[in-house]
């Protein structure tokens, strides 16, 4: 018979796998630190505006997942603040000041391509050997928020981009992490793990959230492989995974709860869909939703296919079954590896108190998506 211990087991060796090994989890911090050195360095032409460069994003969450495919390259999100203030600088010109120093950098690393321009960041593209693939956003203090350690950041579809003004864009990635972590260990499930959001951590053990965010962020790439500009995108997924958890010990507990609360997460506001920013009410990592609607329809439709997908998983009735719809969620080498020294029994769930729970799961939450839903707040 098929425990639920046994269930955690599995998910437990494949978000291991999943995990960015340990190799190229030092080329990637030492890619960091190296781009923070260069603009550091005397003679360069920010230095005087004490830059200093840290990690947003998954590295900084300890969510960060290996590309499905070898042909992909690792994201690294950074952020790259110099001490300036908005009256002092055009968001075109700190853009441009940035962009020169790492122009600069890929010359004397001897990278074949220059820095590629996006709309708020600079990308560096590594080709030796392991892809990475490093955004740099520019940034200031953004000093009307106070209390905070908010950023304003550049954006060159800003209607001011080419002018001094006070009406930058904004985002708050250290406190982001402060606030990941915090639900972390809001319920002391893990204390091991290290987080600082002035650094790259190493995380030398994981929570059930961190794990769970890491399952669904590889769900979502296995279903958008051949859409990955209207797929679910991460920050999204994280936010409404960190409210939805409820302090679970086990990984299989947490996705379980996750998946069946975390629609209960958006918010309708007068017919707008929010997923707040955390740390910031005024920000909607949604707010593209209705400009894109597709990119609405494919979250609502992944979170429809996660919730059947989980509830096959667990009633599966025999080992081959079973190994079907993992391999079919995640992907056949991750779960060729996940099971390599893990033998499926027949039945992969089998106990009185895990089938009341399974009876929950489809549908795990009826949700009317045109009423309003409860506060964003912690549980």
């Known amino acids: 018979m098929y425990t639920r211990k046994q269930l955690n087991e599995f998910l437990q060796k494949l978000t291991e796998y999943l995990d960015i090994p340990e190799s190229n989890f030092k080329k990637a911090a030492d890619r960091y630190a190296s781009i923070g050195n260069w ?29 499905v495919s070898d042909k992909e390259d690792y994201d690294i999100d950074l952020v790259c603040k110099l001490n300036l203030q908005k009256s002092e600088i055009s968001q075109a010109k700190l853009k441009s000041l940035i962009g020169n120093e790492l122009l600069g950098y890929v010359k004397s690393n001897g990278m074949k391509n220059d820095p590629e321009e996006k ?4 990308g560096l593209n590594y080709s030796d050997g392991v892809g990475f693939h490093l955004d740099v956003l520019p940034s200031i203090p953004d000093n009307h928020d106070k209390g905070h350690r ?13 002018k001094i003004c006070l009406d930058w864009e904004g985002t708050n990635p250290e406190e982001y992490t402060e606030w990941f972590s915090q639900r972390m260990k809001s319920f002391r499930t893990l204390e091991t793990f290290k987080a600082s959001p002035s650094d790259i951590p190493p995380y030398s053990q994981k929570t059930p959230l961190q794990r769970v965010v890491q399952i ?13 500009e209207d797929k679910p995108i991460s920050i999204i997924i994280t936010t409404l995974a960190g409210y939805a958890y409820q302090g679970e010990t086990t990984i299989v507990d947490a996705l379980e709860v996750i998946i069946g609360n975390i629609e209960q997460q958006i918010i309708d506001r007068g017919g707008e869909l929010w997923v707040a920013n955390p740390v910031n009410a005024n920000e909607n990592f949604a707010d593209k939703w209705t400009e894109y609607p597709q990119r609405k329809q494919n979250f609502y439709s992944w979170i429809d296919n996660l919730k059947e997908d989980f509830t096959e998983l667990v009633n599966s009735p025999d080992e081959l079954l079973a190994i079907k719809s993992l391999e079919r969620q995640y992907g056949e080498v991750a779960v060729n590896e996940a099971t390599q020294n893990l033998r499926l029994p027949n039945h992969i769930i089998n106990s009185s108190n895990y089938s009341t729970k399974v009876s929950t799961i489809r549908p795990l939450v009826v949700i009317d998506r045109n009423e309003v839903n409860k506060p964003w707040g912690d549980k």
């Open 39 to 67: 603009l550091e360095r005397e003679t360069s032409s920010v230095a005087d505006f004490n830059p200093r460069i840290f990690p947003q994003g998954s590295f900084s969450l300890g969510t960060v997942i290996r590309p």
């Open 119 to 122: 709309r708020r960041c600079w």
């Open 150 to 162: 908010s950023l304003a950041i550049t954006d060159n579809k800003h209607p001011n981009y080419n």
């Open 216 to 228: 669904l962020k590889r769900h979502r790439d296995i279903t958008y492989t051949g859409d990955p």
